[in-house]
């Protein structure tokens, strides 16, 4: 049984809601998945086998056709919250006013380009606009690429970095690009992944033992002679559930990548944007600057924006190769959207918010592991999270059927949670970072209540 009692001091009830056109009689449900498993792609995946239908949001919460409410805990693509009216409000008034081809000259886009540039650090002022975070790294790949005149790229093994050509090639983790093992193109070379909780070389030097590993790997790029283009990662382990990387180990890489003629790319589209409370950008965390910044998701709130941010020098490179442009990258809306993220984010301390609520939720979080073995342990920092469940502490042999299990209970507790990581056995927790203290302790207060409860 649904505990919708709990909910109803935490969310506004749906019919207090403004969402214009929100009384629409709306499809029957199971007819719409037939629709929709008739006419959408098979491999385009929903969250659920059997998922409920959302109709509206509201800050953290979703609801259903039946006016049942969820907890979020998964949406890093709706940073702000759902439903923001002013969000909203600015982008219809601009809509109203004008959008167009990003190839023509507008105030918009020459101030949020400005405004991304201020926000990296030092020296990476040029901005291309895209419309997501895979168009975001094919992209940055092109620039290392076309700036270094090599094209080999080393990455990372368990990462995910998008589904364009580029950045699939890139994209090495097999729960979500199940050919990565087979299909790899030449030109890219997958280092281990540095997870310091379940990898090869978990203890006290692990940054040296990572290191020991991309080693042989460069010495075989420099022996094929056709020189390395550039090294792409998120900043924290992001795919295995929020894993930091080994003290030091971005350093290191980027000297080696750099010793070459290399770009370093960090890909922030997940980790970036105050999603980790404690910094704005997850190579703060490392004390790197990267070459180039990948970002997306969030930027938008929903509405689809990407953006690469690098050296002048670099984003040069592309111009013999001729003009670069996107046709919607850019356009008035989204740098409207993208400007209004911006404010609402610093009005309302969002990243402060995320620091704090992400602090508390993690505490509790990091209590179920005394109490229940399953929980192996807590990643992450922020609102950028991982718990990660086991069967048995020393072997860390994956639960992976138990999480599958737990979240199907949590779903119909009205919290939306998903099984993330090649074992699939960790819950990847990036709710919207307006996330309430008392909707982190709701969360953490159905999750304890599952565990002993069994599944
Ligand atoms: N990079 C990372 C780290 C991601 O998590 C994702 C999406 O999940 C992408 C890139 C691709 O972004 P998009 O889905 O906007 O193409």
Request: proline share 6%; hydrophobic share 40%; aromatic share 8%.
């Amino acid at each position: 049984p649904r505990e919708a009692a709990a909910w109803s001091v935490l969310c506004p009830s749906p019919s207090s809601l403004l969402s214009p056109g929100a009384d629409a009689p709306q499809p029957e449900t199971t007819e719409l998945l037939v629709r929709r498993r008739t006419h959408l792609a098979g491999a385009q995946k929903n969250y659920y086998a059997a998922p409920p239908q959302i109709e509206r949001g509201w800050r953290e919460h979703l609801f259903d056709v039946e006016g049942r409410a969820y907890l979020d805990m998964v949406n890093n693509v709706t940073i702000l919250g759902h439903g923001h009216p002013r969000l909203a409000a600015a982008i219809s008034a601009q809509w109203l006013r004008l959008n167009t081809n990003s190839r023509f000259h507008y105030a918009a886009i020459a101030e949020f380009s400005e405004r991304l540039a201020a926000l990296a650090p030092d020296g990476l002022d040029a901005v291309f606009l895209v419309n997501s975070g895979s168009e975001a790294n094919d992209l940055a790949i092109r620039l290392a690429q076309a700036h270094s005149g090599a094209r080999n790229m080393l990455c990372l093994l368990e990462a995910y970095h998008g589904w364009s050509a580029a950045s699939e090639a890139v994209s090495t983790s097999i729960a979500d690009n199940p050919l990565a093992l087979t299909t790899r193109p030449d030109w890219v070379h997958a280092a281990v992944s540095p997870n310091t909780y379940r990898g090869a070389f978990r203890g006290p030097d692990t940054a040296a033992s990572y290191l020991a590993t991309v080693k042989p790997m460069l010495e075989t790029i420099d022996a094929g002679g056709q020189g390395l283009a550039g090294f792409i990662c998120e900043s924290v382990y992001g795919n295995a559930g929020g894993i930091p990387l080994p003290e030091g180990y971005l350093k290191e890489i980027y000297a080696e990548v750099r010793a070459r003629g290399g770009l370093c790319i960090a890909d922030e589209v997940q980790v970036g944007y105050g999603r980790l409370g404690h910094y704005f950008w997850g190579f703060e965390q490392q004390g790197v600057v990267p070459d180039i910044i990948t970002i997306a998701k969030g930027m938008g709130n929903g509405h689809p924006l990407g953006a690469v941010i690098t050296r002048r020098e670099i984003a040069r490179s592309l111009e013999k190769e001729g003009p670069f442009f996107s046709s919607t990258g850019g356009s008035p809306v989204s740098c409207v959207a993208g400007m209004t993220v911006l404010d609402i984010m610093a009005e309302e301390k969002l990243q402060e918010n995320a620091r704090t609520v992400g602090d508390h939720l993690k505490a509790r979080l990091a209590a179920l592991i005394d109490r229940h073995p399953i929980a192996g342990a807590v990643h992450g920092m922020g609102l950028y999270l991982g718990l990660e469940f086991v069967r048995d502490r020393t072997t860390l042999e994956p639960a992976t059927e138990e999480t599958a299990a737990i979240c199907d209970r949590l779903l119909e507790l009205g919290i939306i949670m998903q099984p993330t990581g090649d074992h699939q056995n960790v819950l990847k927790i990036k709710p919207p970072l307006c996330l309430s203290i008392e909707s982190a302790d709701f969360f953490a207060d159905m999750l304890e209540k599952v565990l002993q409860e069994g599944w």
